[in-house]
Nanobody, 126 residues
């Protein structure tokens, strides 16, 4: 398992940009597929984006494709989510998650992730 700590959330106006980060502990970060999920008030947590542990392929929810970019820096044990053209419906708590050697086909499945951060609040005002 890894310990995950998110940062970078905040308040932004619609159309603006924000980058959230997730720092992971441990020496085997490169072996983990990483993902971002979010939970809006009164709604269930949903998949946002993920990056495969081998080769860095990415997967996105349809609602964020073309606006959000997930990336990772294995030397810094950190995964990022760059969010552009933010809309009020992007508001929520953003959670970082990790799963060792998770296959690409399963990246979107919340149940496959065993390590979670505490979440960071992102609020988009209209």
């Amino acid at each position: 398992q890894v310990q995950l700590v998110e940062s970078g959330g905040g308040l932004v106006q619609a159309g603006g940009s924000l980058r959230v980060s997730c720092a992971a502990s441990g020496r085997t970060f490169s072996s983990f597929s990483m993902a971002w999920f979010r939970q809006a008030p009164g709604k269930e947590r949903e998949f946002v984006a993920a990056i495969y542990w081998s080769g860095g392929r990415t997967n996105y929810a349809d609602s964020v494709k073309g606006r959000f970019t997930i990336s990772r820096d294995n030397a810094k044990n950190t995964v990022y989510l760059q969010m552009n053209s933010l809309q009020p419906e992007d508001t929520g708590v953003y959670y970082c998650a990790a799963a060792a050697f998770l296959s690409f086909e399963l990246l979107y499945l919340e149940s496959k992730y065993r390590s979670w951060g505490q979440g960071t609040q992102v609020t988009v005002s209209s």
